[in-house]
């Protein structure tokens, strides 16, 4: 079964605005990673945040995690055409499987 | 470049018939995740090796078998095929059994007619 669940599906922006996608977890975690994937490619790693974390950064990507809610979100700033991808988290039980969602499809329009 | 090696990357076969996909992890890693993307969909986790072993499984038919060899390539058996398995494989490797960020090879696009 999906351990996370991305919102929105889909998410429609201009070239220079902000995109911001969220994750929802439904069991305890060791870490949360971001992944984007490019139609039909291998997924590409964004960034991994622990569940002592709150917020970590890389370049105009910004991850928060609240575990007490169970969810974490991307943000991706000044948003370019060439972000036009899916966006997928995945939850790590404690060392064990990596388990994705559904995924958020963001399209960027120049 | 993921250094990981997904071999072949298209495969089309009939229905009842059994493939092996092939992963090779980038050079280090020791454990290996595969996983199935049916069309426009999210990846469904099948399976995991550490060094060898079974360490986890998810959603995997019982038609589905994997392996992690001493050299540490790994290979997925899908046999029975029905149509329902065509499908993106990916295999995904990762230095430490969790906690660390794994990279993706390319994928086995299986198409079964």
């Known amino acids: 079964s999906q351990q996370g669940e991305e919102d929105p599906q889909a998410l429609s922006i201009q070239e220079g605005e902000n995109a911001t996608m969220n994750c929802s977890y439904k069991t305890s975690i060791n870490n949360l990673q971001w992944y984007r994937q490019n139609s039909g490619r291998g997924l590409v790693h964004l960034i991994l945040?622990?569940?002592?974390?709150r917020e970590k950064h890389s370049g105009r990507l910004r991850v928060t995690l609240d575990t007490s809610k169970k969810s974490s979100s991307l943000l991706i700033t000044a948003s370019r055409a060439a972000d036009t991808a899916s966006y997928f988290c995945?939850?790590?039980?404690?060392?064990?499987?990596?388990?994705f969602g559904a995924g958020t499809r963001l399209t960027v329009k120049p | 470049d993921s250094g990981v090696t997904q071999t072949p990357k298209h495969l089309i076969t009939a229905t009842g018939q059994r493939v092996t996909l092939r992963c090779s992890p980038r050079s280090g890693d020791l454990s290996v995740y595969w996983y199935q993307q049916s069309l426009d969909q999210g990846l469904q986790f099948l399976i995991q090796?550490?060094?060898?072993?079974?360490?986890a499984k998810g959603n995997i038919l019982e038609r589905f078998s994997a392996q992690q060899f001493p050299d540490l390539h790994s290979e997925l058996n899908l046999s029975s095929l029905e149509l329902g398995d065509s499908a993106l494989y990916f295999c995904?490797?990762?230095?430490?059994?969790?906690?660390?960020?794994?990279?993706f090879g390319q994928g086995t696009r299986l198409t079964v007619v």
């Open positions: 090796y550490y060094n060898g072993e079974e360490r």
């Open positions: 995904a490797s990762s230095l430490r059994q969790g906690d660390t960020e794994a990279f």
């Open positions: 945040i622990r569940s002592n974390e």
């Open positions: 995945a939850t790590d039980v404690y060392n064990n499987d990596m388990r």
